[in-house]
């Protein structure tokens, strides 16, 4: 089944009445290659199409003086009706890279049809790729699936998050789960094509709450943070990442399928204070994997 045919994007094949969904301008690409070269590694190819764009890479991380930082840009400034967003990454044996957005990712309002973003993620063997965007947006009657394939070898690390906002919570009245429509698909497999896990995550707040008891209950915020690692760093990750459970915040990680790695959620009533889980998280794993700290929170996030 292609990821555009998805049941839940049934109620919402009608097309726009200005641009036609995938039309020049809402048809973005984005190829990303990164290898290593000596000492560091290099974004070494880019192919990109409008309303996506990658700024060159950026050597700012002190702790990993060789690790490029690349940011993924909508040019457009939102993601609107209709658009059709294609990123690929791909890690060769050896390099890393930490790639992020230059913003939350603002999902506007839509009558027509929805948004759509695939993504695939390749590792080499050794490779290492912390994929870590701004949070997620989503707006009034916004209708939005992603999908993440990640071929990873049995010796490289993928850190990846996703975190997403009930809306807009101080826009007027505030837009708290006003969304139509929120899909997220993270699959993984090895290079041979032995599948290791698929989660999906389908939030249609009109047709069945999430207010309710086992899913959001009082909390407004989600993070859900995907680690594909080799066993011995799971393992070790696993034994130091720590439950915790207050009035503003919940956090707790479980084990993956087939030895995959591990999975770590959050939920809280505000960004910040899931945002500082996930960093917590993010912290552990480049420790055990690269022995580095992370830097320092920028004081604009």
């Known amino acids: ?12 094949q009608d097309e726009p009445a200005q641009l036609p969904s995938g039309s020049p301008g809402k048809n973005g690409l984005l190829r990303l290659a990164v290898e290593r070269r000596g000492d560091r590694s290099v974004l070494a ?25 690349v940011y993924m840009i909508m ?35 839509m ?11 390749t590792l080499a063997d050794d490779a290492y ?14 209708r939005f699936r992603t999908q993440t394939d990640a071929t990873v070898a049995a010796s490289a690390t993928l850190l ?15 837009e708290l789960f006003d969304y139509d429509l929120y899909s997220a698909t993270v699959t993984a497999s090895r290079p041979g094509g ?11 707040p009109s047709r069945q709450p999430v207010r309710q008891a086992g899913a959001m209950g009082a909390f407004d915020v989600f993070a859900n943070v995907t ?22 915040c919940m956090a707790g990680v479980s084990r993956l399928p087939n030895d995959a790695g591990l999975s770590y959620k959050v939920i809280g009533t505000q960004t910040a204070p899931v945002k500082s889980r996930v960093r917590d998280f993010w912290a552990l794993v480049r420790q055990q994997v690269l022995g580095a700290p992370i830097p320092p929170a920028r004081r604009w996030g």
């Open 1 to 12: 089944m292609s990821w555009l045919e998805a049941p839940e994007l049934a109620p919402f």
């Open 45 to 69: 190819r880019i192919d990109q199409r409008a309303p996506l764009h990658a700024q060159q890479a950026l050597y700012w991380d002190e702790h990993l003086p060789g690790l490029p930082c």
């Open 75 to 109: 040019t457009s400034g939102c993601v609107v009706q209709g658009d059709r967003l294609d990123i690929a990454v791909t890690v060769d044996a050896g390099a890393m890279a930490h790639i992020t957005t230059q913003s939350a990712t603002k999902i506007h309002q």
């Open 111 to 121: 009558d027509a049809n929805f948004a759509a973003q695939s993504q695939q993620l």
């Open 129 to 142: 790729l912390e994929l870590l965007p701004g949070p997620v947006i989503p707006h009034r009657h916004s």
């Open 160 to 174: 990846c998050a996703e975190i997403l906002l009930p809306g807009r919570k101080y826009h007027g009245d505030g």
């Open 194 to 204: 032995a599948s290791l896990f698929t989660e999906k995550l389908v939030a249609e």
């Open 227 to 248: 680690l594909v690692t080799p066993r011995p760093h799971a393992d070790r990750i696993f034994k130091q990442a720590v439950a915790s459970a207050d009035a503003e």
